[in-house]
Nanobody, 119 residues
Framework: QVQLVESGGGLVQAGGSLRLSCAAS????????MAWYRQAPGKEREMVAR???????NYADSVQGRFTISSDNAKNTGYLQMNSLKPEDTAVYYC?????????????WGQGTQVTVSS
């Protein structure tokens, strides 16, 4: 099992910035991919950004150029730097980790952190 602890959410005014963190812990695992998803009230969960173990990244069109995903492999920690935030970015943000453990791939999810952007 891999545990994910997210932090960094909060309330910010439009145009502001926040940085989310996701720390993974457990035994004998290798992270192959880390991603951030978000879910706004009444909407489906959507992928925001994704980074592979080879540092290739993908972003949703709605955040391209404003959000940056990164990871510190030595610390098993991922980050989502969010700049130029808009009210429509308001959502619960979830960290997702795909990890190799005991020769199998598993998906793990964090508990979610609320991001609220006021206009």
């Amino acid at each position: 099992q891999v545990q994910l602890v997210e932090s960094g959410g909060g309330l910010v005014q439009a145009g502001g910035s926040l940085r989310l963190s996701c720390a993974a812990s457990g035994s004998a695992f290798i992270i192959t991919q880390m991603a951030w998803y978000r879910q706004a009230p009444g909407k489906e969960r959507e992928m925001v950004a994704r980074i592979s173990s080879g540092d290739s990244t993908n972003y949703a069109d709605s955040v391209q150029g404003r959000f940056t995903i990164s990871s510190d492999n030595a610390k098993n920690t991922g980050y989502l730097q969010m700049n130029s935030l808009k009210p429509e970015d308001t959502a619960v943000y979830y960290c997702n980790v795909r990890a190799l453990q005991l020769a199998r791939l598993y998906d793990f999810w964090g508990q979610g952190t609320q991001v609220t952007v006021s206009s």
